[in-house]
C-alpha cells in the first residue's frame, strides 16, 4: 500500500482550475518530485497535503487514514518553504528547538535532539549564532534542521533551494539527497527546474495546467516522454509530427528525438541498416562549452537540433560549420513515438 494515496483531487481559486483532478500514489521513503512550469498547480497540491489548502474535491490519505480535512498540525507532515522564516532573535539551536517546545520535550532531551539535527545539515558550529549571522544557504539548511528534528514521516519542500546561487544549489541538492535517504523521510519535493528534479527525484511527477502528464522515473520521463508537453518540457527535443515526421521516420505519428541521440556526418557519408538520415545544411554551429549545437535545416523544410558532445580538446577541428552539407544520423531505437 502507497503511504500516500491522492485522488482526484480538485481546488479551484475563482474561474483558475489550480488542481484539476489529480490521482497520484507515494510510497513510503521515497523522493519524489512535483515539476512543472510556474503556475501549473504544484505548490497548490502540496499545500492541500499539508492541509493549507482545503481540496474542493477528492481526497488524500496517509497510512490508511483519511486526513483531507484535517488541520495542519493533525498531520504527519512538516513543510519546508522557500522563505525559510527563522526568528531573528532567538539562536540557532533554540529555532532548531523551538517545536520540540511546543511538543513539551524535557529541556535536556530537547537539546541532544537539535544540535543533532543541526550536526545532520554540518552546521554545528553555528548553535550559538543569530540567524542573521549566517549566509542564506546555511539559513536554508537550518530550516531544513528544524523540520528534521520532528521526525515527521513526510516532509514537503516547496522550491527549498529557489533562492541560492547554483553552486550552493548543486552541493545542496547532494546534502539533501543524502539527508533523505539517512533519515529514510517521504521528501514531496517542488521545483521547476528539470536538471533538479532528474537529479534528485526516484520519480517525478510532471504537471501542467492542473493535470498530471506523466508520473515515472527520471529515465522514464526523459526517454518516453507520454505527451508531447513532457518530451518538450524535460530536456531539449526534436519533435516531429504529421508530414514532417512520416518524411524523417516513415509513420504518420508524433515522434521526439533528443538533439544528443543523433549526429551529424559529411554530406555523402554511408550508414549502417539500424539507421536512419536525413539530407541537411547547418544553419549554425554553437560552442557551449561541453557540447557543440547544432542548427540544420533539412532537405523537407524543417529543422533539427543536434548536439555533440566534446569529449576531447580536437587539435585540428574537424567540427562542421555554417554551410557545410552533412546527413543527420540516428539509431532507429533513438526515435520516440509519443503516444498523447
Ligand atoms: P509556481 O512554480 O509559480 O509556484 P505552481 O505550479 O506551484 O507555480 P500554483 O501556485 O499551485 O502553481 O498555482 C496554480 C494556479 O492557481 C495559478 O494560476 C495561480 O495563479 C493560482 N493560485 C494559486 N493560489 C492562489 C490563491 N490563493 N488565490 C488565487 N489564485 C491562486
Redesign the pocket.
Same mark, same amino acid.
Given at each position: 500500500m502507497a503511504l500516500i494515496e491522492i485522488r482526484n483531487l480538485a481546488?479551484a481559486? =475563482?474561474t483558475? +482550475?489550480?488542481?484539476d483532478g489529480v490521482t497520484l500514489d507515494i510510497g513510503s521513503g521515497e523522493f519524489i518530485t512535483?515539476l512543472?512550469?510556474? =503556475?501549473?498547480? +504544484?505548490?497548490?497540491?502540496?499545500?492541500m497535503i499539508a492541509g493549507f489548502?482545503d481540496p474542493d474535491a477528492g481526497s488524500i490519505s496517509l497510512d490508511g487514514e483519511d486526513i483531507t480535512h484535517l488541520p495542519p498540525f493533525d498531520r504527519d507532515v512538516n513543510t519546508v518553504f522557500q522563505d525559510y522564516a527563522l526568528f531573528p532573535h532567538m539562536t540557532i539551536q533554540e529555532n532548531v528547538e523551538y517545536g520540540l517546545r511546543t511538543r513539551k520535550v524535557p529541556k535536556v532531551e530537547r537539546a541532544k535532539q537539535a544540535l543533532e539535527a543541526i550536526a545532520s545539515v554540518k552546521l554545528e558550529h553555528t548553535a550559538d549564532r543569530l540567524p542573521h549571522q549566517l549566509s542564506g544557504g546555511q539559513r536554508q539548511r537550518i530550516a531544513l534542521a528544524r523540520a528534521l528534528v520532528l521526525r515527521p514521516r513526510v516532509l514537503l519542500l516547496?522550491?527549498p533551494l529557489g533562492a541560492l546561487d547554483r553552486q550552493l544549489r548543486e552541493e545542496m541538492q547532494i546534502e539533501l539527497k543524502k539527508i533523505q535517504r539517512d533519515a529514510g523521510i517521504t521528501f514531496i519535493f517542488?521545483?521547476?527546474d528539470q536538471e533538479e528534479a532528474m537529479r534528485m527525484s526516484d520519480r517525478i511527477v510532471v504537471?501542467n495546467e492542473?493535470r498530471v502528464e506523466q508520473v515515472g522515473t527520471p529515465q522514464d520521463v526523459y526517454n518516453k516522454p507520454a505527451t508531447r508537453f513532457v518530451a518538450g518540457f524535460l530536456g531539449a527535443a526534436n519533435i516531429l509530427s504529421g508530414e514532417d515526421a512520416k518524411k524523417a521516420f516513415g509513420k504518420l505519428k508524433t515522434v521526439s528525438i533528443r538533439p544528443e541521440r543523433m549526429r551529424l556526418q559529411p554530406g555523402n557519408s554511408k550508414i549502417s541498416s539500424d539507421e536512419s538520415s536525413v539530407s541537411a545544411v547547418v544553419q549554425e554551429a554553437a560552442f557551449v562549452g561541453a557540447n557543440t549545437v547544432y542548427i540544420v535545416e533539412t532537405e523537407f523544410g524543417f529543422r533539427l537540433n543536434v548536439s555533440k558532445t566534446n569529449t576531447e580538446l580536437l587539435v585540428q577541428d574537424k567540427s562542421f560549420a555554417a554551410g557545410d552539407r552533412v546527413l543527420v544520423v540516428w539509431h532507429n531505437s533513438q526515435a520516440a513515438e509519443i503516444p498523447a
Open positions: 481546488k481559486f =475563482g483558475v +482550475k489550480a488542481v512535483l512543472g512550469p510556474s =503556475g501549473s498547480g +504544484k505548490t497548490t497540491v502540496l499545500r489548502e516547496d522550491e517542488v521545483t521547476h504537471f492542473g
